[in-house]
């Protein structure tokens, strides 16, 4: 029987290259000298701009159309292996697919002598969203225009990886290193090299490690090659914006068992604990995005790019910090030693549940009586706000209050209570009768010997 397959000249070079991947006999590209004025097929290479364990990337002239390009050539000096192939050309076709203003172009994909390559737009100055970062680093304290700048920045950021999860395409490697910036501070993302492309089997293997850890979701982190979707990417966005509000990473450390580690079970310090003229609006989309339940993430980058968009328009933001119970569990959960030091989660919790149940029993039996008394409701809702704001003080002052005295004594409910009295008296925003108020239920589970 004939062979159908196209000739050689009559295939693309995508083509050509999946063909190169199926066969045995590649293992080693020729031994192409890649220096400065070096040839390269039709490229001239002009100057290395980075290498890496699967090649190197050059800024290069592509000569017969005279068009400065990125260059990244896939070479190894041990050869090539299948799988190394395979993932050059996932990037390929994961860039070719994409057609945004901040996403990188790829322009053409090929080889030179058994030597794959990807030729892609060129981001003049090469400047990375970390270099901005390291910058930023050395100048102490951020203005205030810095936030707006980061909520603009991951607005554009968040609506092209929105674009590329509508062609079917996952980043899963969004990390500061891999967005660049124009001279004029517009985003390009790079590096596909670990997409997923959801119409097409997935190069990942049970077990596999993707990702940068520092960057990385939870579900990434416990090698899960089953339930990671396009959420994964917006963790991993809002991990990258967390960096930005605040200069740190969300979960640092020097080793990836123990950055994994918290990746998995820390939860990350609100922005605000950190750097006070954080906005809190910008922290709780952040620590929305970063939420290690998947299903209470943002749903989309489209709803993590409109939550931003409101708060630059001054508009309420729909995501909400987490309530009092959310709050506690995630401090036990970074602060462990001292939950286990002791009574002091018992304590918390223990006020917080007070408050919380005597605020819905007002609420329950104002509902009972509700066709009947309007009024009544209005002024259910009233103490509902007012125990919601008792529990935040409790909640605040067992944060304030210096943990390590829990090592040798515990925190009691009495110094919770006296510690929420100081920071209700240096609230400003609440009016004299609901302070008073406050003030009451904050009283009531106060100890005291002859109650």
């Known amino acids: 029987m004939a062979d159908a397959s196209p000739a050689p000249e009559s295939r693309s070079p995508l083509e050509r290259l999946l063909a190169d991947v199926q066969s045995p006999n590649l293992r080693k590209a020729a031994g192409l000298e890649k220096k400065e004025e070096a040839l390269f097929g039709d490229f001239k290479l002009i100057k290395k701009l980075g290498s890496g364990g699967m090649g190197s990337v050059w800024e290069a002239e592509q000569q017969s159309i005279q068009r400065r390009v990125a260059l990244k050539i896939l070479d190894h000096e041990d050869g090539i292996s299948q799988r190394a192939m395979e993932r050059f050309q996932r990037e390929a076709e994961a860039g070719a697919r994409l057609d945004h203003a901040a996403i990188a172009t790829v322009y053409e994909l090929g080889e030179v002598d058994g030597t794959p390559f990807i030729a892609q737009e060129l981001v003049e100055s090469g400047r990375t969203l970390e270099d901005l970062y390291l910058e930023l680093s050395g100048q102490g304290e951020l203005p205030d225009s810095h936030f707006r700048h980061m909520a603009e920045l991951f607005i554009e950021l968040a609506e092209a990886f929105q674009a590329a999860h509508d062609a079917g395409v ?219 704001k008792a529990v935040d003080l409790v909640v605040d002052a067992f944060e304030t209050l210096d943990p390590g005295r829990a090592l040798g004594k515990n925190i009691t409910v009495g110094m919770l209570v006296e510690q929420s009295l100081r920071l209700l008296e240096q609230d400003g925003q609440l009016d004299p009768a609901s302070r008073a108020r406050v003030r009451d239920a904050l009283v009531q589970i106060s100890p005291q010997e002859n109650k």
């Open 170 to 388: 996952i980043h899963r490697d969004i990390k500061p290193q891999n967005l660049l910036l124009t001279p004029n501070g517009e985003p390009r993302i790079v590096d596909f090299g670990l997409a997923n492309l959801t119409d097409a089997q997935d190069l990942a293997r049970t077990g596999d490690f993707l990702g940068t850890p520092y960057y990385m979701s939870p579900e990434q982190a416990a090698s899960k090659r089953m339930g990671i979707d396009h959420r994964t990417d917006v963790f991993s966005l809002g991990a990258t914006f967390y960096e930005g509000l605040t200069l740190t990473r969300p979960f640092p450390g020097d080793s990836y068992p123990q950055v994994i580690k918290k990746v998995l079970l820390e939860e990350p310090i609100n922005p605000t604990e950190i750097r006070s003229r954080v906005p809190r609006e910008l922290a709780t989309i952040c620590l929305k995005a970063l939420e290690k339940n998947a299903d209470r993430r943002y749903p989309t980058m489209r709803d993590f790019a409109e939550d931003l968009r409101r708060f630059l328009e001054d508009l309420p933001i729909l995501a909400a910090p987490p309530g009092p119970f959310r709050r506690t569990q995630k401090w036990l959960r970074r602060n462990p030693i001292f939950a286990a030091a002791g009574s002091i989660a018992m304590v918390t919790l223990v006020a917080a549940t007070w408050l919380w149940m005597d605020s819905s029993h007002r609420i329950a039996k104002a509902e009972d009586g509700r066709l009947a008394a309007n009024r009544a409701t209005a002024q259910a809702q009233r103490e509902k706000r007012v125990a919601e």
